[in-house]
């Protein structure tokens, strides 16, 4: 049979219904098989970058970790202070040698920046060991400190950039995978040739270290000391709701659940306003003893700025002494979306206690109180007994690097991560054009905490 007979053959036999349904099939099985390979291998690929974006991001922040505190142990004065802030840069380098490690790059090109990681770590785990014997940073080694921390913020900028790229979209893991980056390559060009002993050294996740204020996320006491009252019934709380917002404010208060498994158990209720729209309602939760309002949040938007952040820390100071939270002093903001929300930390006897905080959102618009959390406060408010301090202000002072630029200085109680509180000295100044704040304590002349502080164009950070 000629190729001519065939195809007439097959044409014939397409002309038959039973036929033609069987091809329709098989093209249909063919192509829905070829879209479920295709899905496939786009959700194998997307997992994929998800898995390098997040090791990225990682090594990304812990290289940021780095940076400050290579910087931070500049300012240290004591042996026992530079050991901890050089153990934390240690571990926080081999974090973001791990995650490196992760990335589509070739080890080739990786390598500079490794060896970057690794010098660093090593130093800071020398150092640690040398201040754990008592001694402090010869002028050799605070040179090598401040060479190393310049490396790290180029290669900090670098990253960002980026990470810029890579979110834009203008760069993808795969052409990183073919092709490397000179991102990689440059880092550690000029290293200093000086090595250190490598030991087998082990490491555990660390938090990171930014938060919104100083101590805004610190531990919470066992049993909160700020809990006082009896225990209430849920109409009770109510009551304690219709009041924080005032009764002419209130349309209704709906109850939407509780939490009996927390320490600070709670009653949970959805409140409508008196000539509002219901969707711009309130939810707020009050405490099962004493009908404390552990956090409220109220719904609307906030459509333009129009104060400034002295009006706003104003605003939110009044609402404070209207709600019967006394002697409330503004520490540190954070502003976003036409909002503010603003830390306010109790004062005793002109002494600042950091335990004892409230954060407050305040609208920019007319100053309206949005937002409201007073976990810090109820776990740890109480009356203290302060001491008088055991050195003066000066001998503190003397305690602190005198390469630092002092602004400003306080008393204050800041916490611990063992569920205590330390009464200090707070000195805020300049170092190498950083704003940082020292923590020196007032009995024994101990350097507890240094915290740098970032200006940033939504407010003030520390790290």
């Given amino acids: 049979m000629s190729i001519r007979e065939k195809l007439l053959d097959f044409k014939?036999?397409?002309?038959?219904?039973?036929?033609?349904?069987?091809?329709?099939?098989v093209i249909a099985a063919v192509a829905i098989w070829g879209i479920y390979q295709y899905k496939h291998a786009a959700n194998l690929r997307q997992e994929l970058d998800n898995q390098y974006n997040r090791a990225f991001y990682d090594m990304?922040?812990?290289?940021?970790?780095?940076?400050?505190?290579?910087?931070?142990?500049?300012?240290?004065?004591?042996?026992?202070?530079?050991?901890?802030?050089?153990?934390?840069?240690?571990?926080?380098?081999?974090?973001?040698?791990?995650?490196?490690?992760?990335?589509?790059?070739?080890?080739?090109v990786l390598a500079n920046t490794s060896k970057f990681l690794t010098q660093v770590g090593d130093l800071a785990y020398s150092i640690n060991n040398q201040n754990m014997d008592g001694k402090k940073l010869t002028d050799e080694q605070y040179k090598l400190i401040e060479n190393l921390h310049g490396y790290s913020v180029s290669l900090e900028q670098s990253?960002?950039?980026?990470?810029?790229?890579?979110?834009?979209?203008?760069?993808?893991w795969g052409e990183l995978a073919n092709k490397g980056t000179k991102l990689f390559q440059k880092t550690s060009s000029q290293m200093p040739s000086q090595q250190f002993e490598n030991v087998d050294k082990t490491f555990q996740d660390y938090p990171t270290l930014?938060?919104?204020?100083?101590f805004s996320d610190h531990m919470t006491s066992a049993e909160p000391k700020g809990l006082t009252g009896n225990d209430i019934n849920s109409e009770q709380a109510k009551q304690s709701v219709i009041n924080f917002f005032g009764k002419d404010k209130v349309a209704a208060v709906n109850d939407i659940g509780r939490d009996d498994k927390s320490k600070i158990k709670t009653y949970s209720y959805n409140v409508t306003f008196k000539n509002l729209p219901k969707e711009q309602n309130a939810n707020i939760d009050v405490a099962q003893k004493g009908g404390h309002v552990l956090w409220m949040l109220y719904n609307r938007s906030v459509p333009a700025e129009k104060i400034n952040m002295d009006q706003a820390k104003q605003f939110g100071k009044k609402f404070l002494e209207e709600h019967g939270y006394k002697n409330m002093v503004d520490t540190y903001y954070l502003k976003e979306d036409n909002t503010a929300v603003i830390n306010y930390a109790y004062s005793q006897n002109n002494v600042t206690i950091y335990p004892d905080l409230i954060k407050v959102k305040v609208a920019l618009d007319n100053g309206e109180v949005i937002g409201f959390e007073s976990k810090g406060y109820i776990s740890s408010h109480s009356e203290r007994n302060i001491p008088a301090p055991k050195i003066t202000m000066e001998q503190a002072r003397a305690l602190i690097t005198s390469k630092m630029q002092i602004s400003s200085t306080g008393?204050?109680?800041?916490?611990?991560?063992?569920k205590t509180e330390i009464f200090t000295y707070e000195f805020k100044g300049k170092l190498n054009d950083r704003d940082f704040l020292v923590y020196i304590n007032a009995e024994n002349g101990k350097e507890e905490k240094i915290l740098m502080i970032i200006n940033t164009p939504n407010g003030v950070l520390t790290m």
């Fill in 159 to 172: 990253l960002n950039d980026l990470q810029n790229q890579l979110t834009s979209g203008r760069i993808k």
């Fill in 60 to 108: 990304t922040g812990y290289v940021n970790n780095v940076e400050v505190l290579l910087i931070k142990s500049l300012i240290t004065s004591t042996p026992n202070k530079t050991a901890s802030t050089m153990q934390e840069a240690w571990r926080q380098a081999n974090l973001a040698q791990t995650n490196l490690g992760q990335l589509p790059v070739s080890q080739q």
């Fill in 210 to 214: 930014i938060y919104d204020g100083p």
């Fill in 12 to 25: 014939r036999r397409l002309s038959d219904r039973k036929m033609y349904s069987i091809v329709v099939v």
């Fill in 411 to 418: 008393l204050a109680m800041i916490p611990t991560d063992y």
